[in-house]
């Protein structure tokens, strides 16, 4: 697609319950970013794919959260047994790593409400 | 990557140039400084980057001290539309490529 898309763009779960968070980054962009951004707060880095090496997992909270990319393409963030801190806006990024000069393109983000 | 630091708040006159200054004194000499704009429940939008030349786009111009120790986005002309929370960041081109993103500055445009 044109631009990095992200599904779904609202998520309301309950305390306990596990979530899934779906990228789909640019066609061809090699890299693939996953970050968080709870109210009013600047962008926490969460995870990194780039193509097939191992992903920068430095980010990730706890190990509750995990992350996968398939295919090089698409990718499931997954937190399991959310709790209220949980609750943010999930932004995930992609680019193309041989043309670093174009910088990233985000989604619109995920918004993550745990109750 | 090096910290950057930014004010938190600026304002600026609708048509009037914006001026963003950033400090990123212990900035190395294999990383680059990217600006990064987020306006309002979007994600961060791409804006520009440079090493130590002066940069200019269609979006802005970057200036970069000769000491590459702080630089300054400039939006020639500012509009409503440029009301934004603006992210300094610096970064090598080498490594995981990730962004450390500070807090930014919220660049409000009155009319």
């Known amino acids: 697609g044109a631009g990095v898309s992200q599904s779904p763009s609202n998520k309301v779960t309950e305390k306990g319950k596990d979530v899934e968070l779906r990228c789909d980054p640019i066609?061809?962009?090699?890299?693939l970013y996953w970050y968080r951004q709870s109210l009013g707060q600047g962008l926490e880095f969460l995870i990194y794919f780039q193509g097939n090496s191992a992903p920068d997992k430095s980010g990730l909270p706890s190990d509750r959260f995990s992350a996968e990319r398939t295919g090089g393409s698409v990718s499931t963030l997954t937190i399991q047994r959310t709790q209220q801190e949980d609750s943010a806006v999930y932004l995930c990024?992609?680019?193309?790593?041989?043309?670093?000069?174009?910088?990233?393109?985000f989604g619109s983000g995920t918004r993550l409400t745990v109750v | 990557d090096a910290k950057t630091t930014q004010p938190t708040s600026m304002d600026c006159a609708e048509g009037r140039a914006a001026n963003l200054p950033c400090n990123h004194s212990?900035?190395?000499?294999?990383?680059?400084v990217y600006w990064y704009r987020q306006i309002h429940s979007q994600g961060p939008q791409y804006i520009i980057h440079?090493?130590?030349n002066n940069e200019t786009n269609e979006m802005a111009s970057l200036i970069i001290t000769e000491d590459r120790k702080s630089s300054t986005l400039i939006l020639p002309h500012a509009t409503l539309r440029d009301t934004a929370v603006y992210y300094c960041?610096?970064?090598?081109?080498?490594?995981?490529?990730?962004?450390?993103f500070g807090t930014g500055t919220r660049l409000k445009v009155l009319a």
């Open positions: 990024a992609s680019s193309n790593r041989d043309r670093v000069n174009y910088g990233y393109t």
């Open positions: 960041i610096v970064r090598s081109h080498s490594g995981t490529y990730k962004y450390i």
């Open positions: 066609s061809g962009h090699t890299a």
């Open positions: 440079g090493l130590k």
């Open positions: 212990t900035i190395s000499g294999n990383e680059y």
